[in-house]
């Protein structure tokens, strides 16, 4: 049979697939910044519904539905309330990080698909419950890194996973700002529980760590410090406080470093930054036994590509370099991606997009960085069974 027609089949049968049965019934589970980008991107969705909304503090969810034009929305004052009086197909989670494991094990256990934000959790037994408790659903468990459909990002896995670089032996990632500490809930420790570390520490760790197959972490060295957030100088005040108050709130890290072995003989040597003397520390570096790559550090550090990337490889005994160009992306926006693939893996029953079972390696990794910082010294990753 000539590849014309059997392609025709694969055509059709992807788009049988795609085709939803039913509108899907979405609420919204925390209504601060980044649920914006969530209802923007359903909004724009046709086989969508928001169709309910919490938060903690009083009116803020009724605001923020009316301020982003969504009608036909109940409001509830925290994530039970919500699900247990509404019959939902997914939730997205959009608290901060110390909540992102409560919302998503009750949502879970209360058989919802659940799109949660980055980073998974805070510790590494969060993340190990929530796990549990998606594996005990049979529900789909995504968590929300947007960079994974940045077509530069996925350039990077088809390299690694050419062979061109050959045995990956060493990793250098991470980055971060000279001066770019936020404020509102990412200072503190009761509700953000990690500073850069996990807020953006989570996506260059993602960034290598899906590129390899996120082989299992072993140990941790790691490091943390808060000289700039605790400094008034370094702050900038908010609506709310004040840089002097901005100081006294933070309670987080502003830097952190790691110095991992992974299973297969492989050193991951991370650092990452909110604040620092420097523009940046350092491009993402991947070394294999036949070429290294690498990948140009951006000034903020949300998750992508910098510049064209580099391959360097001897051909017939000389040293080469070839460049990797920028790749365009469709246009949709990687945040209307992130979350269409999740409802199309809720509606066609596939795995989830960003699957909890990698992120757990690297909440382990961010936990790892943390006990080994508060104990000074090398410590072991022992990451439960699901
Ligand atoms: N993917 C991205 O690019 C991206 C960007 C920014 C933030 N984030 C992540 O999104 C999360 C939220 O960030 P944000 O800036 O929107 O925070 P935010 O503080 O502005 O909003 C969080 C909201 O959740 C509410 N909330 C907390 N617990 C709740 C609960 N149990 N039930 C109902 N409401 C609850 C709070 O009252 C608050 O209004 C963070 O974890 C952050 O890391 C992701």
């Known amino acids: 049979?000539?590849?014309?027609?059997?392609?025709?089949?694969?055509q059709a049968f992807q788009e049988e697939k795609k085709t939803p049965t039913r509108r899907l019934k979405v609420g919204i589970i925390g209504c601060g910044w980044i649920a914006e980008s969530h209802v923007e991107s359903y909004k724009q969705m046709d086989d969508v519904d928001i169709v309910a909304a919490?938060?903690?503090?009083?009116?803020?969810?009724?605001?923020?539905?009316?301020?982003?034009?969504?009608?036909?929305?109940?409001?509830?004052?925290?994530?039970?309330a919500l699900i247990d009086n509404e019959?939902?197909?997914?939730?997205?989670?959009?608290?901060?990080?110390?909540?992102?494991?409560?919302?998503?094990?009750?949502?879970?256990?209360?058989?919802?698909?659940?799109?949660?934000?980055?980073?998974?959790?805070v510790t590494l037994d969060e993340a190990v419950e929530v796990c549990r408790a998606e594996?005990?659903?049979?529900?789909?468990?995504?968590i929300g890194f947007q960079p994974r459909c940045d077509v530069n990002m996925q350039m990077i896995k088809k390299i690694v996973q050419s062979g061109a670089l050959g045995k990956v032996y060493y990793i250098q990632t991470g980055g971060g700002r000279r001066r770019g500490i936020p404020n509102s809930t990412f200072i503190e420790k009761d509700?953000?529980?990690?500073?850069?570390?996990?807020d953006i520490g989570c996506y260059s760790l993602d960034m290598v760590l899906n590129a390899i197959g996120y082989p299992r972490p072993l140990t941790a060295t790691g490091y943390k410090s808060a000289f700039f957030g605790t400094n008034p100088e370094y702050q900038v005040p908010d609506r709310f406080h004040t840089a002097e108050e901005n100081a006294a709130r933070?309670?987080?890290?502003?830097?952190?470093?790691?110095?991992?072995?992974?299973?297969?003989?492989?050193?991951?040597?991370?650092?990452?930054?909110w604040a620092m003397h420097l523009d940046t520390p350092g491009d993402t570096i991947i070394l294999g036994t036949k070429a290294g790559l690498r990948i140009p550090s951006t000034g903020c550090w949300n998750g992508s590509v910098g510049g064209e990337m580099t391959i360097y490889h001897d051909l017939?005994?000389?040293?080469?370099?070839?460049?990797?160009?920028?790749?365009?992306?469709?246009?949709?926006?990687?945040?209307?991606?992130?979350?269409?693939?999740?409802?199309?893996?809720?509606?066609?029953?596939?795995?989830?997009?960003?699957?909890?079972?990698?992120?757990?390696?690297?909440?382990?990794?961010?936990?790892?960085?943390?006990?080994?910082?508060?104990?000074g010294k090398e410590i072991e990753i022992n990451i439960p069974e699901i």
């Open 54 to 80: 919490a938060d903690l503090i009083p009116g803020k969810a009724e605001a923020f539905m009316k301020r982003y034009g969504v009608e036909g929305v109940r409001f509830y004052p925290d994530h039970k």
């Open 316 to 375: 017939a005994g000389v040293c080469m370099e070839e460049k990797v160009p920028i790749l365009k992306d469709d246009g949709k926006g990687l945040f209307y991606k992130k979350i269409r693939g999740f409802l199309d893996a809720v509606i066609n029953g596939d795995p989830a997009p960003v699957p909890s079972s990698q992120i757990l390696y690297n909440q382990a990794i961010i936990d790892g960085i943390c006990k080994s910082a508060e104990l």
């Open 87 to 121: 019959e939902l197909d997914a939730v997205s989670v959009c608290t901060y990080n110390t909540q992102h494991a409560a919302p998503t094990i009750y949502a879970l256990e209360h058989g919802v698909n659940v799109l949660l934000e980055k980073p998974f959790t």
């Open 191 to 198: 509700t953000a529980g990690i500073g850069a570390l996990g």
């Open 250 to 273: 933070f309670s987080v890290d502003d830097f952190a470093a790691g110095f991992i072995r992974l299973e297969g003989d492989i050193i991951l040597d991370f650092r990452i930054a």
């Open 135 to 142: 594996k005990k659903s049979g529900k789909l468990l995504s």
């Open 1 to 10: 049979m000539s590849d014309k027609v059997l392609n025709q089949f694969t």
